[in-house]
């Protein structure tokens, strides 16, 4: 029954919203899908140091590695002309697409963290010109009921807004420190790949 009244409430909360709630609702549903899959895409897999006492053995026997960094080692040490200008290219390669891509989904999630609160203040705009509606139609109640109304569509679109936003904006910041993360273990690796490959040279 409670669930049910809080529903009710949500459902009350929307539709004295206005139609800028819907907009509201379209870009959370998108800052969250893509900031969840992002935090998936980053978190998933060993690309860490937990393991970096492992590495000079992997590096010396690439089939026995584990994970991400498994398939950085086979990828930047495969063929049999190896130099140091070669893994050095895999590895650009390898920052290509892994570092861009989480680049590029950050670019998406930050375009959406402040496109919430400015779709929030459109709503705040419509809110104050009911309000205006409201004055201008004189005293009574339905002057008076013309005013709530566009208070509560003024203050909830900015509500739902900053409400949208804030989670948003702390998914981002937990992407962009991992990503950085990533490409330091990236330099790292490799860093270890041709201190031990090429160790004469």
């Known amino acids: 029954m409670l669930i049910l009244l809080?529903?009710?409430e949500v459902v009350d909360i929307f539709t004295d919203g206005g139609t800028v709630m819907m907009a509201l609702g379209v870009v959370a549903f998108l800052l969250y899908t893509t900031a969840t899959a992002s935090l998936y895409f980053v978190f998933r897999g060993n690309l860490n140091q937990k393991q970096g006492g492992q590495w000079t053995d992997w590096i010396h026997d690439p089939e026995t590695a584990?994970?991400?960094?498994?398939?950085?080692?086979?990828y930047a040490i495969h063929?049999?002309?190896?130099s140091i200008k070669r893994v050095q290219r895999r590895f650009d390669e390898m920052r290509e697409i892994l570092i861009a891509s989480i680049d590029r989904r950050l670019i998406i999630i930050t375009t959406l963290v402040a496109a919430a609160p400015m779709t929030g203040l459109l709503g705040t705009v419509g809110g104050m010109l009911d309000m205006f509606d409201g004055l201008a139609a004189g005293g009574g109640k339905q002057s008076m009921g013309l005013i709530a109304a566009g208070m509560k569509k003024a203050l909830f679109t900015t509500l739902t807004g900053l409400v949208i936003a804030l989670p948003g904006m702390f998914m981002s910041l937990l992407i962009r420190e991992r990503r950085n993360r990533i490409n330091g273990v990236l330099a790292q690796l490799q860093s270890s790949i041709i201190i031990t490959k090429f160790r004469k040279v």
């Not at 584990?66 to 086979?74: D, K, L």
């Not at 063929?79 to 190896?82: A, E, I, S």
């Open 79 to 82: 063929g049999k002309k190896l």
């Open 6 to 8: 809080n529903l009710q």
């Open 66 to 74: 584990e994970g991400r960094v498994g398939e950085v080692i086979r």
